[in-house]
């Protein structure tokens, strides 16, 4: 019996320690990617993956977006249903697979899924963040060399699954 409880402390003790290991180096690292704002004049854009694409929105001239409903999505006119009635919608601007960004401006992307998991991948710049369907999840990252790099999904969301691909475009300021 005393070999059983022994062996058992020391294997609550090992666990324990461990634990506070992964917690003591797992918060700060946490922090600094998930709890971080951006810097003040990141550009926010809006990205929902639908199968089997990625529609970006951008806020238009006011900054600001306008209201959306998801009984106001049509796939051919309004793919990520921007109420007409808001007139801070009216300006923005809806791409599908294709997101221009400044480099050495920070990025602030929200992100939705309108139908299953999704995950926007950049794997040049080390960002993956999963989308889901009822939820917005922000992250953000710097771009900091002009060129194109590919957006795929990097979660299993259907048949389609391998043709979901986007382009982020990064342009030098002075483009």
Request: hydrophobic letters at 45%; glycine letters at 12%; one cysteine or more.
């Amino acid at each position: 019996k005393t070999e059983w409880l022994l062996s058992g402390v020391v294997g609550l003790m090992v666990v324990a320690v461990g634990e506070i290991g992964v917690i003591a180096i797992g918060i700060p690292v946490w922090n600094e990617y998930f709890a971080a704002e951006p810097p003040p004049g990141a550009l926010f854009v809006e990205v929902t993956g639908q199968q089997f694409m990625w529609n970006i929105r951008y806020p238009g001239g006011d900054g600001v977006f306008g209201r959306t409903d998801a009984r106001l999505i049509n796939d051919q006119s309004n793919p990520v249903g921007i109420d007409p009635a808001d007139p801070a919608g009216a300006d923005d601007l809806v791409l599908q697979n294709e997101m221009g960004v400044q480099v050495n401006r920070p990025v602030r992307v929200r992100l939705r899924s309108k139908d299953v998991l999704h995950s926007f991948f950049l794997p040049n710049f080390r960002v993956k963040q999963d989308a889901l369907p009822g939820r917005e999840i922000e992250v953000w990252f710097e771009v900091t060399r002009a060129g194109t790099s590919e957006i795929p999904c990097a979660e299993l969301c259907g048949f389609g699954h391998g043709n979901m691909l986007g382009t982020m475009t990064a342009h030098a300021p002075a483009e």
